[in-house]
């Protein structure tokens, strides 16, 4: 559905060029969903907008639900649907007319246009909907609105872009469960970006990890995972004066990198954790250390992009990161 090869573009500033993406190979089959991931300012707009005809490439070749992007743009665009990160609808006009206006530019008639607004309507949880001013809608109602108006005029292959940024978390999962039917009920192909790691591992088939206009990773969730070796023990020690000896129990797991401390917290990863964590409490115990908690995480995506960077993938994070490696 997608092939890339080398696509670039350079923006040309009054500081100097900005090389925005720098020759980006991608493929997507017909049916995934795929997830663009990577922190602000890492090139992902830029290259969904190459990828929808709005932005032309400075280098590089694409073809695009079967047309090529630079010869053949207008074809790309009719076989296309774009959700922008700041929606296209306007405050004033009704949901519905708004959808049907849509289908008009793209060459659809209205009675078509309005049966299958309303068909989606339905789909996507918006019906009842049809009269209302788009500016009375709740935040995920309008983000909604926003993906009947890319699908309105059934393009086989989605973009969307950042599809839950700003929402709450139940309007983000209830939004997954309709990008998930795009896909199973509608056989569309789904191409979106997100800042969110707990996202893209709920909903995408694959990942692909772009950092500094370049892909540095692609897989699947699970595959991306399991390329960072082990999982992180996480102990809490009761009493601060306790760190220095759990650290040493730690230290002496099979296979443990060297563990590292942050206040009360000792954090070791070993490549498997399961297995050693009741041998380590049993020495804790036996010790008499006390702990006030104990963790095991698996690696998370945040992880792989640790190993990958040395960074977090969310903006400017340091190591002090959620636990449970869902994003901020
Ligand atoms: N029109 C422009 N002119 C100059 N530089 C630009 C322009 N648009 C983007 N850039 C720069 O290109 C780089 C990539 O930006 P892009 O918007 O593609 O990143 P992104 O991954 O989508 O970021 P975000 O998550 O913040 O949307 C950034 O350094 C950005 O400042």
Redesign the pocket.
């Known amino acids: 559905m997608i092939h890339a090869r080398g696509l670039a ?1 350079t ?3 009054r500081r100097g060029d ?1 090389d ?2 720098r020759g980006v190979d991608l493929g997507v089959d017909a049916g995934e969903i795929v997830g663009f991931l ?12 190459m990828l929808t005809t709005l932005l032309r490439p400075t280098r590089g070749e694409a073809t695009v639900a079967g047309a090529d992007l630079r010869r053949d743009p207008g074809t790309v665009r009719r076989r296309i649907g774009y959700v922008a ?1 700041s929606g296209s609808t306007s405050g004033e006009a009704r949901a519905g007319e708004e959808v049907v206006d849509h289908a008009l530019l793209y060459g659809v008639d209205r009675a078509t246009a309005t049966t299958r607004g309303r068909t989606l309507f339905e789909q996507l949880e918006l019906d009842g909907l049809w009269d209302r001013k788009c500016s009375s809608l709740s935040g995920g109602q309008r983000r909604r609105l926003d993906i009947v108006t890319g699908l309105i005029h059934t393009p086989r292959l989605v973009f969307l ?2 599809p839950t940024t700003g929402l709450d978390p139940q309007a983000r999962a209830n939004l997954w469960t309709h990008v998930r039917g795009l896909r199973d009920e509608r056989g569309s192909t789904v191409f979106l ?1 997100t ?1 969110y790691l707990d996202e893209a591992d709920a909903l995408c088939d694959r990942i692909l990890v ?1 950092d500094h ?1 370049q892909i540095v990773a692609q897989g699947s969730p699970e595959d991306l995972k399991q390329r960072v070796s082990g999982d992180a023990v996480l102990l809490s020690a009761a009493q601060t004066a306790d760190v220095p000896r759990i650290a040493a129990i730690a230290a002496q797991l099979s296979g443990a990198d060297a563990p590292t401390v942050d206040g009360t917290l000792v954090e070791v990863r070993v490549p498997a954790g399961r297995t050693l964590l009741a041998g380590l409490l049993r020495s804790l115990d036996a010790e008499g250390i006390e702990l006030d908690g104990v963790e095991l995480r698996r690696p998370t995506l945040d992880d792989v992009f640790l190993t990958l960077t040395g960074r977090s993938l969310r903006d400017g994070e340091s190591r002090q990161v959620p636990t449970d490696g869902a994003a901020a």
Not at 39 to 49: D, E, I, S, V, Y
């Open positions: 573009r923006y040309k500033t900005v925005a993406v990577g922190p602000n300012g890492a090139g992902k707009t830029t290259t969904l907008r990160q872009d950042e970006t800042h772009i206009g």
